[in-house]
């Protein structure tokens, strides 16, 4: 189970050995794994470290803790369930979303639709795996306990099919599902979304409309969806006014085999525009932390912000803020509507659970621009 030779930190061992098992079947739900202080004796380790591997299954949603007892296998739902003597399955809905579910532009719209269901007497259980691949295995074993789930998938095209097929699974035992943030081609759900393309758009057009013709725009349009269809509002915005499109993508970068943060894509592709003859008046970054890469380049190069050039990143989203605060909250953006996001699919999967049979909906929630400082209003 433990091996302390092994790099990696033993509480991620002792909760990878224990979440294994319960996947697998070998700890049945309900079953009593230990308490902390027997667990720590038998591996030798500190309750400090077992404490933390058991809080990370917790919030996976795999165990579940009764004070004075100990450990059991299981989701927190069947201690509620327990303490009140009643069945609470009928009203689970899993939230589910890969590891990342902790980055806030993620937190906002699960933590709004948390919210809104406990509002309406249900119970939001937490759901996290690694990738598309991991996402089957959980779902199998979360089939027993929910009534519906709303999922962020993951808006990898390599994952698109996985998920398909996962998601398929969990229509098949007659989970209602609801997608939000990102869509999976051909599934049959509800699903709620930023218009992010239409958003782009209009972003550009109001460059446009307020005189502007070189209009660069900064982004990897080539893995994920949404990252495509901010780069098609960009250019149709473009094409409808006869305009050229100056895209800028990593594809000029010589880099090897070097993974680039947002930012450091940012910074070095805007570098690279500013030393070219295109001389922009305007720039569209593809997300904030791009935005913000694009925002140091210019300020270096010593162009007047937003007297010389005026730039507009996409998401609104506070993670930025790690690049400096006065930064962020200088930088004109689009604005995600992720509260509202979360809430609608909350709304969606209410009603789903009590008409069963209906047309799927599908959510289109605007995309707002907020000037800041880097744009003349």
């Keep these: 189970m433990i091996d302390k030779a092994n790099k990696r930190p033993l509480y991620v061992q002792l909760a990878d050995d224990l979440r294994g098992r319960i996947l697998e079947g070998s700890v049945s739900t309900g079953d009593f794994i230990a308490n902390e202080r027997s667990l720590a004796d038998d591996l030798k380790i500190s309750r400090v470290t077992v ?16 004070r004075g007892k100990g450990v059991f296998a299981g989701p927190p739902c069947m201690r509620h369930a327990a303490a009140r003597d009643e069945f609470v399955y009928d009203k689970a809905i899993g939230i589910a979303a890969d590891y990342h579910i902790e980055k806030s532009h993620t937190a906002q719209m699960l933590n709004s639709a948390i919210e809104y269901l406990c509002e309406n007497d249900y119970y939001p259980m937490r759901i996290g795996y690694v990738n598309a691949r991991s996402q089957r295995e959980v779902f199998k074993y979360f089939k027993e306990y ?11 095209e390599s994952e698109m099919e996985i998920q398909f097929s996962n998601i398929s699974f969990l229509n098949s035992v007659n989970i209602r599902t609801v997608l939000i943030g990102h869509e999976i081609p051909g599934i049959s759900c509800d699903y709620v979304r930023s218009d992010d393309k239409q958003g782009v758009e209009d972003a550009v057009q ?19 969806s949404t990252r495509r269809e901010r780069f098609n509002g960009y250019m149709h915005a473009m094409s409808n006014n006869n305009l050229e499109g100056m895209v800028f993508d990593p594809s000029v970068l010589k880099t090897g085999e070097k993974v680039l943060s947002h930012y450091e894509r940012g910074f070095l592709l805007t570098s690279l525009l500013m030393e070219s003859d295109m001389n922009p008046s305007a720039v569209v970054a593809e997300n904030d932390m ?8 210019l300020k270096e190069h010593g162009v007047v912000l937003p007297g010389e050039v005026e730039l507009i990143g996409i998401g609104n989203d506070i993670e930025a803020d790690i690049y400096g605060h006065d930064l962020f ?12 996001m979360g809430r609608r699919a909350a709304e969606l999967m209410i009603r789903r659970i009590n008409y069963p049979v209906g047309e799927y909906l599908t959510v289109n929630l605007p995309v707002r621009l907020v000037h800041k400082g880097t744009t003349r209003s």
């Design 51 to 66: 404490r933390k591997g058991l809080d990370l299954l917790e919030k996976q949603q795999l165990i579940h803790k009764i």
């Design 329 to 340: 909250h200088s930088l004109s953006t689009l604005d995600i509507p992720r509260h509202e």
């Design 206 to 224: 109001h460059f446009i409309d307020s005189g502007h013709r070189r209009i660069a725009y900064i982004c990897d349009h080539r893995i994920i």
């Design 146 to 156: 929910l009534k519906g789930m709303i999922i962020r998938p993951s808006p990898m």
């Design 290 to 297: 791009t935005a913000l890469g694009a925002f140091t380049a």
